[in-house]
């Protein structure tokens, strides 16, 4: 039963064998235009104090599709589809729920954190569900994590390469604005996240669930200050 659980979908498997060493390099070079543009727009934040987030993140989702339709691949190469849809948001709301309570609410709630206004929740719900969440899904677990094995054939060096640049991701923006902060607890929470996500990802091949686990996740941190 246990392996069953943790067992891959038969078309996310397929689908990964398809990928050539193209494909693969068009990964590296999507995650080289995370890290130069995220770069760019921490600049602006410091030198212009305008905050460029949001368009550079539908930016980023924009020319991932456009590389998959590039390519001729369908929609659900990246986990964009409505198949197993129901069991897949299930799953990514019962597990976003349980670990943001544990990581981010509880503990919150014990420092005497007070919850954020109603309106700025509503559109903190915007803000981590599709801005952050989506995106990020669209782009590590659904684009580059897939297609990084027409570089790296076997799972566990892909998803540890993966999981490498998705921690990589978060450095660029943050260099302009508070100085290269790498840290090796950010480093293994960050990783341990992006294993959990690739899991909620394959197991239906559906973005439904990491997109929904990564949005309650950062939502349920910001919900108490």
Request: glycine share 12%; with cysteine; net charge positive.
């Amino acid at each position: 039963m246990i392996k069953g659980f943790f067992a891959t979908d038969a078309a996310y498997k397929e689908m990964r064998s398809r990928y050539t060493a193209v494909d693969g390099l068009l990964a590296i070079g999507l995650w080289m235009l995370v890290m130069g543009l995220y770069y760019a727009i921490g600049v602006v934040a410091v030198r212009k104090h305008i905050v460029l987030g949001i368009p550079a993140n539908f930016l980023l989702m924009g020319v991932c599709l456009l590389l998959v339709l590039g390519r001729g691949q369908k929609l659900a190469s990246i986990g964009v589809t409505g198949k197993k849809l129901g069991k897949s948001l299930l799953l990514g709301a019962v597990a976003g729920v349980v670990l943001s309570f544990l990581m981010n609410v509880l503990p919150n709630l014990i420092a005497g954190g007070k919850v954020i206004p109603v309106g700025k929740a509503i559109y903190n719900v915007f803000y981590y569900f599709v801005v952050i969440g989506l995106a990020e899904e669209i782009i590590f677990r659904g684009y580059i994590q897939t297609r990084i094995y027409g570089l790296i054939k076997k799972d566990v060096p892909a998803i540890a390469m993966t999981g490498v640049l998705f921690y990589a991701m978060h450095l660029p923006y943050q260099m302009p604005v508070n100085g290269m902060q790498l840290s090796l607890v950010n480093f293994a929470i960050m990783f341990a996240l992006h294993i959990v996500m690739n899991f909620l990802h394959r197991k239906y091949n559906s973005l439904a669930a990491p997109t929904v686990f990564h949005g309650l996740l950062d939502w349920g941190g910001a919900l108490l200050r």
